[in-house]
């Protein structure tokens, strides 16, 4: 099996059996200059290492670009991406004199998501704001960027001992908008112990109760699960496990099995049908969750300063994992390799909510992330 990634001039190419890899870059090698990086160290804009238990992933070299094009590398880092009470920041009546500035500052921060899932609620705050910023709105912009200042080399972390059962958490905060009585939703995916898809969104219209607002969550997330698990099958990744799909709100749970409330949705009729299918398919099991347990909660609100970083390490963002001291005693001395201390290690395990394990057993870099029980080959090749 043998998967290929391109973009531009840009291609990764990862698989489990080495001649036909090999067989690949021959012929491609006939086609167009190529240069053949070997292992994945860096792939548009993301840097991976390569460590003890799996992968880190990251973007700091992309984040202190953006900070040193703001003008910002000297910064104060602050704790958190938003001040608690967003209602209260001055200025939202005066417009910025430099939109241009907001705008180029808040689409670099998009990317920056794709290995940040702890920023992704903060950004969309800020770039729905793009259009027409005013001096509240670049505040927000620059605390966003004082908290990267703080957290520049987070990543995250990709364990390679770890199982295929896909959970989605779901949450959505009622018209959490004052201007328009919006309500914003989000979800984030797990496939095993590693979270691999997660959004944040205000919805384009109105929800007339917090059931309806979260039922629509629960509906984009069950969609973005039958897409996943559409893609795992034809990539040869089993799910003998059901996927779960946990909720914090009993009413729209209930919804997923009880025909008998049909009436009181009728304004979201649709997402009632597509969701219930999926039940009633046996292809989704939804759960409710408590509310302290809501992995989803940093994807609709700011938080405070604790719950916030409890959730943050949760999702897997995490510092780069310490190089180790001693290394492997079983490994080749030539190949170099980064674990984790126990402590921190014991503190993983500790915090480990609602079925999200992190079972890690030490691989190397040489032998890099299995693919179905085999192993894997990965190359970066850059065409020229």
Request: aromatic letters at 10%; charged letters at 20%.
């Given at each position: 099996?043998?998967?290929?990634?391109?973009?531009?001039?840009?291609?990764?190419?990862?698989?489990?059996?080495?001649?036909?890899?090999?067989?690949?870059?021959?012929?491609?090698?006939?086609?167009?200059?190529?240069?053949?990086?070997?292992?994945?160290?860096?792939?548009?804009?993301?840097?991976?290492?390569?460590?003890?238990?799996?992968?880190?992933?990251?973007?700091?070299?992309?984040?202190?670009?953006?900070?040193?094009?703001?003008?910002?590398?000297?910064?104060?880092?602050?704790?958190?991406?938003?001040?608690?009470?967003?209602?209260?920041?001055?200025?939202?009546?005066?417009?910025?004199?430099?939109?241009?500035?907001?705008?180029?500052?808040?689409?670099?921060?998009?990317?920056?998501?794709?290995?940040?899932?702890?920023?992704?609620?903060?950004?969309?705050?800020?770039?729905?704001?793009?259009?027409?910023?005013?001096?509240?709105d670049i505040y927000l912009l620059k605390r966003v960027m004082r908290y990267l200042k703080g957290t520049v080399s987070m990543g995250?972390?990709?364990?390679?001992?770890?199982?295929?059962?896909?959970?989605?958490?779901?949450?959505?905060?009622?018209?959490?908008?004052?201007?328009?009585?919006?309500?914003?939703?989000?979800?984030?995916?797990?496939?095993?112990?590693?979270?691999?898809?997660?959004?944040?969104?205000?919805?384009?219209?109105?929800?007339?109760?917090?059931?309806?607002?979260?039922?629509?969550?629960?509906?984009?997330?069950?969609?973005?699960?039958?897409?996943?698990?559409?893609?795992?099958?034809?990539?040869?990744?089993?799910?003998?496990?059901?996927?779960?799909?946990?909720?914090?709100?009993?009413?729209?749970?209930?919804?997923?099995?009880?025909?008998?409330?049909?009436?009181?949705?009728?304004?979201?009729?649709?997402?009632?049908?597509?969701?219930?299918?999926?039940?009633?398919?046996?292809?989704?099991?939804?759960?409710?969750?408590?509310?302290?347990?809501?992995?989803?909660?940093?994807?609709?609100?700011?938080?405070?300063?604790?719950?916030?970083?409890?959730?943050?390490?949760?999702?897997?963002?995490?510092?780069?994992?310490?190089?180790?001291?001693?290394?492997?005693?079983?490994?080749?001395?030539?190949?170099?390799?980064?674990?984790?201390?126990?402590?921190?290690?014991?503190?993983?395990?500790?915090?480990?909510?609602?079925?999200?394990?992190?079972?890690?057993?030490?691989?190397?870099?040489?032998?890099?992330?299995?693919?179905?029980?085999?192993?894997?080959?990965?190359?970066?090749?850059?065409?020229?």
């Amino acid at each position: 099996m043998m998967f290929l990634l391109l973009y531009v001039d840009d291609m990764l190419l990862t698989g489990n059996n080495l001649i036909l890899v090999s067989t690949l870059l021959a012929h491609l090698n006939k086609e167009f200059r190529m240069k053949d990086l070997r292992g994945l160290q860096y792939f548009l804009g993301i840097q991976a290492h390569y460590h003890s238990e799996g992968l880190f992933l990251h973007q700091e070299k992309y984040a202190m670009d953006l900070l040193v094009a703001a003008g910002m590398a000297d910064c104060t880092p602050m704790p958190t991406p938003l001040p608690l009470q967003l209602d209260k920041v001055r200025g939202k009546e005066v417009p910025f004199t430099d939109p241009t500035y907001f705008r180029s500052l808040a689409g670099k921060l998009q990317y920056l998501t794709l290995t940040r899932p702890d920023m992704q609620f903060a950004v969309n705050l800020v770039c729905q704001k793009m259009h027409s910023p005013s001096m509240a709105d670049i505040y927000l912009l620059k605390r966003v960027m004082r908290y990267l200042k703080g957290t520049v080399s987070m990543g995250l972390n990709i364990y390679s001992d770890t199982d295929s059962t896909l959970r989605v958490y779901s949450d959505s905060d009622w018209a959490n908008c004052k201007e328009t009585r919006r309500s914003v939703g989000g979800f984030c995916t797990f496939l095993g112990s590693n979270i691999i898809s997660w959004s944040a969104k205000r919805y384009p219209t109105v929800s007339r109760s917090s059931t309806e607002a979260e039922y629509k969550t629960l509906s984009i997330a069950a969609s973005e699960l039958k897409w996943i698990s559409l893609l795992l099958r034809e990539t040869g990744v089993s799910q003998p496990i059901t996927p779960e799909l946990y909720c914090d709100n009993l009413s729209a749970v209930y919804l997923t099995t009880n025909p008998a409330m049909h009436n009181c949705s009728k304004s979201f009729d649709v997402d009632f049908h597509f969701v219930r299918e999926r039940v009633a398919l046996g292809a989704l099991v939804v759960k409710h969750v408590p509310a302290e347990y809501q992995l989803a909660d940093i994807f609709k609100k700011s938080l405070p300063q604790q719950p916030y970083f409890d959730l943050r390490y949760k999702l897997g963002v995490v510092l780069p994992p310490t190089p180790s001291l001693r290394g492997c005693i079983n490994q080749d001395p030539t190949v170099q390799t980064e674990g984790i201390s126990s402590s921190a290690f014991e503190s993983l395990k500790a915090s480990t909510e609602m079925g999200i394990k992190h079972i890690t057993e030490p691989i190397t870099k040489s032998t890099s992330i299995s693919c179905n029980g085999n192993k894997a080959l990965t190359i970066y090749l850059l065409f020229t």
